[in-house]
């Protein structure tokens, strides 16, 4: 899957589940989601049920660190890794 | 699929089980700190307080699924639920994230220390202002020349007041949120830790439970647990062996009620007649009987998954749930089937009511196990 459509569905995930739909459309793909309370540990473990059931990666616990889950795009660039060393 | 045990666990099984009944089965808890230590170095001398521990250090050696039927085990044998209770939350959320994620300059002398028995471990996360949600922790570590200075308070530790080694975790990067925490393994010796006396409690008398305090503690860097801000990954690692393994206590507790249960209703007699032929006596059991099976199912396939290396959230918080909803039920129905008699302290069963109604609350509520499984299915 394309980086780009990857960054997309999960954007678009935490925008109708997280931000009301980001009606001002504020979610950037380097808004810092932990600092803003955007991401806890309950949302946390929705998106990776989100990430696992859609997009077909098991993201394991110990990945569930503040580099990997900063922004869009850093947990972008980790499904991203994490699919090719599935492969 | 295979629900046999194997020759060596069934072994393991018996032994644990008649050493538990030899040693502490006439056990009567009574909260004194000496005679807990007493407790652990006996848990020890039966294998329990290293059951997933490496055996180079001391441990069994064992896996998660393996580790619940060893505390299975011991927890029907040792009516002391407390103890058992104190030993496994030692081992699961206390030794597992040292035996992962500890330093090399410190991992070995501690997991011997914890196997051992001689160094009992508390965990000291909950906080007055941080329970179900871990977001925002008040105690901090700030990092300074060679470790981190800790402060704060932790209004919460089982096994603290006998403790030698405290596992906490502490707030290092605000702006991270609930993945701005680290995680530490301090001894209980530094200066700065200090212990608050046993905290007053409903149940599970001899795990004592205290407040951890403190103050400017300069904890040294190789007691570090994993890499600063991994706080949150390694709580959750050790809560997920936590809730899948160490309610084996509580399945060992149910199976031996039950068996009190049956036992009593075959001896008791009134009206004529052996109370256990009433169906409103025997199918009170039956139903004990089908919540013990559910809630054991359950929680050694959570316990395989993690044999797997399958992180399943959702299994974990199944088996946790229910195995201490069905430890609850099943006291209250114990009572009820003794009657008068299982009102009386002596009797041993209000006691069990008393040690399963914390089930409910600790490693996650059930409520918050409900939110895990809901999540998951994408609610």
Known sequence: ?87 | MDFDLSAAQKKRYAEILRESGTRLGEHRPDGDPDAVRRGFRTAAGIGVTGLCLPEEFGGGGLGALDTALGLEAFGRGCPDTGLAFGVAAHLLACAVPVRDFATDDVRGPLLKGLASGELIAANAMTEDEAGSDIGRLGVTARPVSDGYLLNGEKSWASNAPVAGLVVTYACTAPELGFLGLSAFAVPGDLPGVSFGPPLRKMGLTNCLAGRVTFTDCHVPRRYLLGAEGQGSGIFQHSMAWERAALFGVYLGLMERQLAQCVEHAGRRRQFGRRIGEFQAVSHRMAVMKQRLESGRLLLYRACWLLDEGREDKSAIALAKATVSEAAVANGLDAMQLFGGLGYLADSGVEEQLRDSLPARVFSGTTEIQREIVAKELGL
């Open chain 1, 1 to 87: 899957m394309a980086q780009d459509e990857i960054t997309e569905r999960i954007s678009a995930f935490i925008r109708d589940r997280f931000l009301d739909g980001d009606p001002q459309g504020e979610l950037e793909e380097t808004t810092p989601l932990l600092e803003l309370g955007v991401l806890n540990s309950l949302n946390t473990v929705l998106l990776l049920a989100h990430i696992r059931e859609e997009l077909g990666v098991a993201v394991p616990s110990l990945r569930i660190n503040p580099s990997d889950l900063k922004n869009v795009r850093s947990i972008t660039a980790m499904v991203r890794e994490l699919q090719h060393s599935a492969v």
